[in-house]
């Protein structure tokens, strides 16, 4: 099986920095895209960046400017740092990743989602 944990959220100040991290573990043959989305309370999850296997990467225009996100792939691991965060940024943050599993003889790729990490931006 395949298991994505995020880390990294919390409570800041407007204005603000926080690094969100999200490591994939378990029979990964390979990961392809990966990317963050949030859901703010009360609305529907969004994109909020994504970035290929080769580092391609592509943000939300909300985001753009502020938020950066990059992976290390001998890590297996996906990261979104925060800058200038504004209390609309505040939201549950989900990491994303399509992964290809070897399971023998056969690969199988599918979306996998993390459980989620709260990012608050209030003074």
């Known amino acids: 099986q395949v298991q994505l944990v995020e880390s990294g959220g919390g409570l800041v100040q407007p204005g603000g920095s926080l690094r969100l991290s999200c490591a994939a573990s378990g029979s990964i043959a390979r990961i392809n895209a990966m990317g963050w989305y949030r859901q703010p309370p009360g609305k529907q999850r969004e994109l909020v960046a994504t970035?290929?296997?080769?580092?391609?990467?592509n943000y939300a225009d909300s985001v753009k400017g502020r938020f950066t996100i990059s992976r290390d792939n001998a890590k297996n691991t996906v990261y979104l740092q925060m800058n200038s965060l504004k209390p609309e940024d505040t939201a549950a943050y989900y990491c994303n990743a399509d992964i290809t599993r070897y399971t023998s003889p056969n690969y199988y790729t599918a979306d996998y989602w993390g459980q989620g990490t709260q990012v608050t931006v209030s003074s």
């Open positions: 970035i290929t296997s080769g580092g391609s990467t």
